[in-house]
């Protein structure tokens, strides 16, 4: 994969980065970091021009959050809402994960954008779970901006080198949002009859997909 990467940027260069960044910010299991990472590094040996690199991932990270925030809304929220039952997930623990997500959901959007499997499903998960559009957008372009500035600017000036930074420090951060997935998961199942007034409070009355 690396090598047909490799191959890909240097012959389609910035049409390569926005293709590659684009398909995972969408929910397709793709290296768009790496991706990101490796246009930088040729930037810095003089082969492409780091600004347009970064602008092209910076654009495609927020176009492709943006369709899997559409994919998410249109079509997540449905099948949980219809077919949850089948995982188990009723409406109330639909309902409870809204909440959360009202309440946090900016924060997980932006900081999606620096852990690897964050990066692929949390715009899809702000489209299920509702999150507004408005937020979404604000924090979806924040993260995407600063994302391909860290991630490009550390290619350009460190070269092969921070590839054996990043690639670590991304396992860390995978690490860490899996504790912290443990541990809301642990303190919903506490707290799960006051998060589901909490809930109930805020959402009132039968939850509906989205038209």
Request: hydrophobic share 55%.
């Amino acid at each position: 994969m690396f090598e047909y990467l490799h191959h890909a940027i240097a012959q389609y260069g910035y049409f390569a980065v926005f293709v590659f960044v684009a398909l995972e910010s969408a929910g397709a299991p793709m290296p768009g970091e790496t991706a990101l990472v490796t246009a930088a590094i040729f930037a810095g040996q003089g082969t492409l021009d780091i600004r347009w690199v970064i602008g092209a991932a910076a654009l495609a990270a927020i176009l492709g959050d943006n369709l899997g925030y559409w994919v998410g809304r249109e079509f997540g929220f449905p099948l949980f809402y219809r077919y949850g039952h089948l995982l188990p997930i009723d409406e109330g623990k639909l309902k409870v994960a809204q909440y959360l997500f009202l309440r946090h959901g900016g924060k997980i959007v932006f900081f999606g954008r620096f852990v690897a499997i964050l990066r692929t499903f949390a715009a899809f998960l702000a489209g299920v779970n509702r999150l507004e559009y408005k937020r979404f957008l604000i924090f979806n372009a924040l993260g995407g901006v600063i994302w391909a500035c860290v991630f490009g600017l550390g290619g350009f000036f460190l070269g092969v080198a921070f590839e054996t930074y990043a690639r670590p420090v991304g396992i860390a951060a995978l690490l860490c949002a899996v504790i912290g997935a443990i541990g809301a998961s642990r303190f919903i199942s506490h707290h799960a009859n006051a998060l589901r007034a909490e809930a109930e409070a805020a959402l009132p009355g039968p939850l509906f997909a989205p038209k």
